[in-house]
Every structure is written in C-alpha cells, then in structure tokens.
Nanobody, 122 residues
Framework: QVQLVESGGGLVQAGGSLRLSCAAS????????MGWYRQAPGKQRELVAA???????NYADSVKGRFTISRDNAKNTVYLQMNSLKPEDTAVYYC????????????????WGQGTLVTVSS
C-alpha cells in the first residue's frame, strides 16, 4: 500500500507564504502525476496545481503567479510553495498521486492524502 503524508499547513496573514509538502511512502513502483487540490467550506474540491513525472506543470487560474508546484522524484515528494496568500485561499489542501505498478491489480491507482488545513487571515 502507498500512503501520502502532507505537512506544512497552518495559519498565516494575508500576503504571507506557506510551503506544503507531501511525501509518498510504501510499495511504490512508479509515480506519474502528482498534484494539490483544495476544498473550502461549502465548496467542491478543486485542482490547485499538478506536475508530471517529467516536470510539466499546470495551475488553476486563481493561483497562477503566486503558487509553485515542484517535486523531488528521488524522495517521492511534491511541494507547493504558496506566496501572496489571500483569505480566499483558505481551505483544506489535499495531495494526490497517480501510481502505476504492473505487478498490482489494478496496475493504476490514485491515492489521496489526509489533507492539511491552510487558513489565511485578513
């Protein structure tokens, strides 16, 4: 089994910065895309940023220019650097990973972290 463990959430004032980390552990063969999603109270979960194993990235329009996603493939870890935070960024942030293992059934698996709360005060 594979687990994703997030860290780095917390309370920050508007305009501040936070860095989220998500480390994958367990029986890992290969990790394809990794990403960060968020869910604010009363809203649906939405994609914040994603990164492929080759380093290609995409971002939600609302975070472009403020957030940066990166990954360390050797450590099976993905990061989200969040700058110029706004109160509307307040949400639970979830890490996501698409895994492949030809020896498993099914060979492809999507895994989620438990979530980390980010609160931005005005």
């Amino acid at each position: 089994q594979v687990q994703l463990v997030e860290s780095g959430g917390g309370l920050v004032q508007a305009g501040g910065s936070l860095r989220l980390s998500c480390a994958a552990s367990g029986s890992i063969f290969s990790i394809n895309a990794m990403g960060w999603y968020r869910q604010a109270p009363g809203k649906q979960r939405e994609l914040v940023a994603a990164i492929t194993s080759g380093g290609s990235t995409n971002y939600a329009d609302s975070v472009k220019g403020r957030f940066t996603i990166s990954r360390d493939n050797a450590k099976n870890t993905v990061y989200l650097q969040m700058n110029s935070l706004k109160p509307e960024d307040t949400a639970v942030y979830y890490c996501n990973a698409d895994l492949s293992n030809p020896n498993s059934d099914p060979p492809d698996l999507e895994v989620w972290g438990q979530g980390t709360l980010v609160t931005v005060s005005s």
